[in-house]
């Protein structure tokens, strides 16, 4: 899923009610994350940190 489609499906879940929330990071590269190399970077460490505490209160 690309930026486009993965932003179309976050506004169809919120149409449907769904808690969720879109995050652009503009200038990172598809699966910057992954990518050993790049996992050290201040950017990635960032949007992964915004990832994980969004994650924590519906997985209590």
Not at 11 to 24: E, I, M, S, Y
Not at 28 to 46: C, E, F, K, Q
């Amino acid at each position: 899923m690309l930026r486009d489609e993965g932003e179309a499906y976050v506004r169809k879940l919120d149409a449907a009610g769904a808690n969720v929330v879109a995050t652009r990071c503009n200038g990172m590269i598809h699966d910057v994350g992954l990518l050993n190399v790049l996992s050290g970077l201040p950017a990635t460490r960032a949007a992964r940190h915004q990832a994980s505490e969004a994650l924590k209160p519906p997985l209590k």
